[in-house]
């Protein structure tokens, strides 16, 4: 199964959509997760370490910039309502999960700074700025890397857009442009804690949007 997941406004105002295809049915939709108005930015869409029986989804609210969030089990077939996070998200954000019932959310915050939610054991944490008085340009990223391939995949081919952070092992390796146009290493630990000072890993030799 393929879902494709994107932003459209419609009466209501902008929404989550999505296409899904499977081998039976091929393409069908766009199906609309109801929910209030959104920022035009492409959602953030997870399944639990991989598993596609449950997937969330994290928005932002066009309203106040708050970080929304709604999840899908196999078991309901039902979107849950948005749960408001909080928080005053700038960017699209976007999220990573190291295992079931495991969940890190990046995003940049009104400050500029690059801050982190996450959930485990049923509860959401509280946001932790996790680069100090660090600045970051553009948006976050994070996926799933498997076990020994490095960082060799990281930026193939040479740097275009956005550098990759992701999760290896237990930790999470979060990079981020910062507003002299360096790419920002920090690493969260698996106790959910940023593990030393942002570090400097590059210059980027063109300017970020």
Known sequence: MIKVFFISPDTAGAAVHYFQYTST?????????PGPDLQGWAPAVVAWAGNDSRLDVFAVSRVNNHLLHT??????????????????VTVPPTVVSREPQSL????????????????GNGNWSD????????????????????ENDGFTTLIPG???????????GDE?????????????????????????DARVWADVPYDVA
């Open 25 to 33: 049915t091929d393409w069908q939709g766009p199906t609309r997760i």
């Open 71 to 88: 999840f899908k089990e196999a078991e309901t077939d039902k979107w849950t309502e948005y749960e408001d996070l909080k928080g005053f």
């Open 127 to 146: 946001w932790k700025l996790l680069n100090g008085t660090t600045k970051i340009r553009g948006q976050p990223h994070a996926k799933w890397f498997p």
């Open 104 to 119: 890190d959310v990046f995003t940049r915050g009104g400050d500029g700074g690059l801050w982190h939610l996450s959930f």
């Open 158 to 168: 040479g740097l275009v857009g956005p550098p990759n952070p992701m999760v290896d």
């Open 172 to 196: 999470v390796q979060v990079f981020a442009y910062n507003s002299q146009n360096q790419i920002v290493w920090q690493t969260i630990g698996s106790d959910k804690k940023a593990k030393g």
